[in-house]
């Protein structure tokens, strides 16, 4: 069993900056891919990234264009997700998610635990 609690949303003018942190709880983080999805008002669950389990293979959706980098540190069980150049269209809840395979993957399916989700605001 694994916990996920993400945190860094809020609010911030178009053009800034955030950085989302996920923790994770127990003492696997390290053999979990991790995946961030995002959900806007009225769409469906959208992949954004994701990184296996030791960093060094990422995956990012189109709409990301070098804007968002995700990394990880297992030693504090914590993935990060540092999204710069914000547009108002990445309004949205941001989740992160745990995936037993070794890679991660693009399919929300796939993941086996999530987050709570935290807001992401963008104002124009």
């Known amino acids: 069993q694994v916990q996920l609690v993400e945190s860094g949303g809020g609010l911030v003018q178009a053009g800034g900056s955030l950085r989302l942190s996920c923790a994770a709880s127990?003492?696997?983080?390290?053999?979990?891919?991790m995946g961030w999805f995002r959900q806007a008002p009225g769409k469906e669950r959208e992949f954004v990234g994701s990184i296996d389990r030791s960093g060094g293979i990422k995956y990012y959706a189109d709409f990301v264009e070098g804007r968002f980098t995700i990394s990880r540190d297992n030693a504090k069980n914590t993935v990060y997700l540092q999204m710069n150049s914000l547009k108002p269209e990445d309004t949205a809840v941001y989740y992160c998610?745990?995936?037993?395979?070794?890679?991660?993957?693009?399919?929300?399916?796939?993941?086996?635990?999530w987050g709570q989700g935290t807001q992401v605001t963008v104002s124009s």
């Open positions: 998610a745990a995936d037993r395979s070794p890679d991660g993957s693009r399919r929300a399916n796939d993941y086996d635990y």
């Open positions: 127990g003492r696997t983080f390290s053999s979990y891919a």
